[in-house]
């Protein structure tokens, strides 16, 4: 009886193993992944969430920096045109183009999370939220592989007349993200479709996030645009 199980756990992780590999490959590779230390995007961002978190965003491109083998991200301009921010899991903070610090708040999910769906966002939650989110979306599948991440294939989803394959991450607790368990569904070529979280730092509703629209910039192949579902 103990053989049987352990061979079963051997081919689900085996199998988990060989999506992962599939989904690195076709966004880019991991090894490629690894010659970068940083990736700049330029991002529009809106939705229903922000006027809810009293904290509505205009139409602006913004530039988002985030690092590839560590959890941190920036974003320029922020609140003021010579200001961006400077996120960490254990740190936000809104910072002058000099380096002057404006706000900072040390641990700030403990500030963000724990509250009301609709609990009002001061500038450092939403900033520590656009930090973590674009964080995670930016560096998707490729964080998979850092060190403390649990990976394991789940029942696949379907939409449609496709049939996506899933994987359920558990982030370690030195990084922070929406949620500890998150649900990420690939299509027949292994790009990403589907995201499903539960947002700690918003009353940990549920969320459906579907991306599309992929691009291929310098090897690595991401969506450039997403649509996020509220679910009940």
């Known amino acids: 009886m103990w053989e049987r199980k352990s061979r079963a756990k051997e081919r689900s992780k085996d199998m988990s193993s060989e999506l992962l590999q599939k989904a690195l490959e076709a966004h880019g590779g991991?090894?490629?992944?690894?010659?970068?230390?940083?990736?700049?995007?330029?991002?529009v961002t809106g939705g229903q969430l922000f006027g809810m978190k009293n904290?509505?965003?205009?139409?602006?491109p913004r530039r988002m920096t985030?690092?590839?083998?560590?959890?941190?991200?920036?974003?320029?301009?922020?609140?003021?045109?010579?200001?961006?921010?400077?996120?960490?899991a254990s740190r936000i903070a809104i910072e002058?183009?000099?380096?002057?610090?404006?706000?900072e708040r040390l641990h700030p999910s403990e500030h963000a999370e724990g509250k009301a769906v609709d609990a009002p966002w001061d500038t450092l939650d939403r900033a520590y939220f656009n930090g973590y989110a674009l964080w995670t979306y930016l560096t998707t599948p490729f964080?998979?592989?850092?060190?403390?991440?649990?990976v394991k294939e789940i029942d696949p989803w379907r939409e449609d007349d496709e049939l996506w394959r899933g994987?359920?991450?558990?982030?370690?607790?030195?990084?922070?993200?929406?949620?500890?368990e998150q649900d990420f569904y690939f299509g027949p070529d292994?790009?990403?479709r589907r995201h499903d979280y539960h947002v700690e730092a918003s009353g940990s509703f549920a969320a459906a996030q579907y991306v599309?629209?992929?691009?291929?910039?310098?090897g690595f192949t991401l969506p450039n645009k997403e649509a996020r579902i509220h679910e009940k």
Request: proline content about 7%; aromatic content about 14%; charged content about 15%.
């Open 30 to 43: 991991l090894e490629h992944w690894r010659c970068f230390a940083t990736i700049e995007a330029t991002i």
């Open 55 to 60: 904290t509505p965003q205009d139409p602006t």
């Open 66 to 88: 985030v690092a590839t083998q560590r959890e941190w991200a920036s974003v320029f301009p922020y609140g003021a045109d010579d200001q961006h921010t400077d996120f960490t």
């Open 96 to 103: 002058k183009s000099d380096g002057t610090v404006v706000e």
């Open 143 to 150: 964080h998979f592989a850092m060190p403390g991440f649990v």
């Open 167 to 180: 994987l359920r991450v558990t982030y370690p607790p030195n990084i922070a993200s929406h949620s500890r």
């Open 190 to 192: 292994f790009l990403l």
């Open 212 to 218: 599309f629209n992929s691009v291929t910039v310098q």
